[in-house]
């Protein structure tokens, strides 16, 4: 059996220097264009605390606290919805800032309905189920939706999206 060694891959100091990596390192905080959060979950009741619970400390560390409690009931909405229409089924949840709003997007595995009445009354189910995430989404000048998910997704994805404003009420561009 032959001999192995662990090597390291060299590091050119003036990449890490350019990367601000180089000799003492900064403790900068992370901005609000770096929020971007992608995570699984196991499409139970229990899993809106996970995603209440990482939304709130991602927002927090990025700058954005201010809108943690918004983001955080309108993630509850979106995973509640998708675990009651679509139970035990694995949920995607993305957490994003682009162009001055907090971006949430849900994807759940929702079956595919071929007969018209039938796409018809789920969807019809679905707003109804989401009445308190428009009025919230509404309320702050957000959009949100739903529609069928694109390949390579499959089920249903809901959206919405959260403008942010700084104190003197302009919004923040990213």
């Not at 050119?12 to 220097?17: D, E, H, I, K, S």
Request: proline share 9%; charged share 25%; aromatic share 6%.
């Amino acid at each position: 059996m032959p001999l192995m060694r662990a090597t390291h891959c060299p590091v050119v100091q003036p990449v890490l220097a350019g990367a601000g990596l180089g000799g003492r390192r900064r403790n900068r905080p992370p901005r609000p264009e770096g929020l971007a959060y992608s995570f699984t979950l196991p499409g139970e009741p229990h899993c809106a605390a996970t995603a209440r619970t990482t939304i709130r400390s991602a927002l927090e560390v990025h700058g954005l606290a201010a809108y943690t409690d918004l983001a955080v009931l309108v993630a509850t909405e979106l995973v509640g919805t998708a675990v009651k229409l679509t139970p035990g089924r694995e949920l995607y949840l993305s957490l994003r800032y682009r162009r001055g709003a907090v971006r949430l997007v849900l994807w759940d595995q929702h079956p595919h309905h071929i007969d018209p009445d039938d796409v018809s009354v789920c969807e019809e189910r679905r707003r109804g189920a989401l009445w308190l995430l428009a009025v919230m989404v509404g309320d702050c000048g957000g959009e949100w939706g739903t529609a069928e998910a694109e390949p390579p997704q499959r089920g249903v994805k809901a959206w919405a999206f959260l403008p942010c404003r700084r104190p003197d009420g302009r919004g923040m561009r990213a």
